[in-house]
């Protein structure tokens, strides 16, 4: 099942039953980022802000706790959309569909979503406040007019890299920890393809945010833990 249908229900995420994980997996004990350790900020941007055109409720609340989170790592690379006007995930392309439907593309189920994260806007802007002053590396995604792309590993057909896993390995980077917007989307995905391309992963949950519609939060959560993912808060760093 493609990842895309989430949206329509917490089923859609593909979800196996009697996996025997209810849970998402949790840190132990306290984390102290090594050099080989990377954080990555996804999609802090105007457009999934308050104000925005595709807003996530507490939005701009991750600011502040990134912020401090960054002072811990060596290693940062944050994630812009960065679509084209007129990009196959908006609705307004599709005549007759509305935001949050959903459609099919040559890759498989779309959610369409408001036009948003326009290339060069306003909107597609990393947040004011958001102070990263060591980041290595800025990852747009999505600028594909044709194809989407919710994670920083993969574009939607989960064939075409970015490039994130050559740079991080390259560094020598082996360890991962993903916050940002949203957590059931563009968080997620990142999370998981990151397991899958071999990393160790944490998602830091009080420094992302979630759509959460139709039970997207939950499912995303025992999606991430049944490919190891773990799930900490930023007070597990030190």
Excluded at 178 to 189: E, H, K, Q, R
């Amino acid at each position: 099942m493609q990842r895309r249908t989430v949206l329509k229900s917490a089923a859609a995420l593909g979800l196996v039953s009697g996996l025997g994980l209810s849970m998402p997996l949790f840190a132990a004990a306290k984390i102290k980022p090594a050099a080989n350790a990377a954080l990555i900020v996804v999609d802090v941007q105007n457009c999934f802000v308050e104000g925005g055109t595709l807003p996530v409720k507490g939005g701009s609340e991750v600011v502040p706790v990134i912020n401090q989170l960054a002072s811990h790592f060596d290693n940062i690379v944050v994630t812009q959309d960065w679509h084209t006007p007129g990009h196959a995930s908006f609705a307004s392309t599709h005549g007759g569909k509305k935001p949050f439907e959903t459609t099919k593309l040559k890759y498989g189920d779309q959610v369409l979503w408001p036009d948003h994260c326009v290339q060069g806007s306003d909107d597609a802007g990393l947040h004011k406040d958001l102070k990263l002053p060591t980041a290595q590396l800025i990852i747009r995604k999505g600028f594909h007019k044709d194809m989407d792309s919710y994670s920083a590993f993969e574009e939607a057909d989960h064939k075409t890299a970015t490039g994130l896993a050559g740079y991080l390995k390259a560094r020598g980077v082996k360890t991962v920890f993903v916050t940002g917007l949203a957590t059931d989307f563009c968080v997620a995905w990142t999370a998981m393809d990151a397991r899958k391309a071999g990393f160790e992963v944490y998602v830091i949950e009080d420094a992302t945010r979630a759509i959460d519609l139709n039970g997207s939060l939950a499912a995303a959560w025992k999606q991430m833990a049944a490919k190891g993912v773990k799930r900490i808060q930023s007070t597990d760093i030190v």
